[in-house]
């Protein structure tokens, strides 16, 4: 047979291959993402009084959400959101599809008038922040 000469070091690589894959079925394989963040989805909405910003960011604990006005016509919005986990998941676990966003996020936006931070209105409802910013008026 052609693969006699080569037996003992065919064996050597398939006890190697079969030891890699023991120690990579023992690890959680968790951090897929790159660790620069993610933007949360927004809608915005122009009325000809206001600007409605909409944010999706279902699973979200208050405390770890920032907006801030950087000016006039530029809102940020920064934080954190934890993995989603059920109490009594049972671990280890494999992951089969991985695709809600996790860790820090940001998210600037860029608005074409100028608005009034200081009368922002926020609020949270159903896993989508609302943020309502008054246009200012034109002079």
């Known amino acids: 047979m052609p693969f006699e000469k080569h037996g003992r070091r065919i064996d050597e690589w398939s006890r190697k291959i079969h030891d890699m894959l023991d ?6 394989f968790f951090e897929f993402r790159p660790h620069e963040g993610w933007q949360p989805r927004i809608n915005v909405y122009a009325s000809r009084s206001t600007y409605v910003i909409c944010i ?4 979200l604990e208050p405390d770890a959400l920032r907006v801030e006005c950087r ?3 530029t809102i940020r919005l920064s934080g954190q959101r934890g ?11 494999s992951v089969e599809a991985l695709e809600i966003d996790e860790g820090p996020f940001s998210r600037e936006i860029s608005l074409p008038e100028p608005v009034d931070a200081q009368a922002a209105e926020v609020s949270y409802d159903r896993g989508y922040l609302w943020v ?8």
């Open 83 to 93: 993995r989603p986990l059920r109490d009594g998941l049972e671990l280890p676990c």
């Open 71 to 73: 000016d006039e016509t």
């Open 132 to 139: 309502i910013l008054p246009r200012l008026e034109r002079e």
């Open 23 to 28: 120690e990579m079925s023992n690890r959680i």
């Open 56 to 59: 999706e960011l279902a699973g």
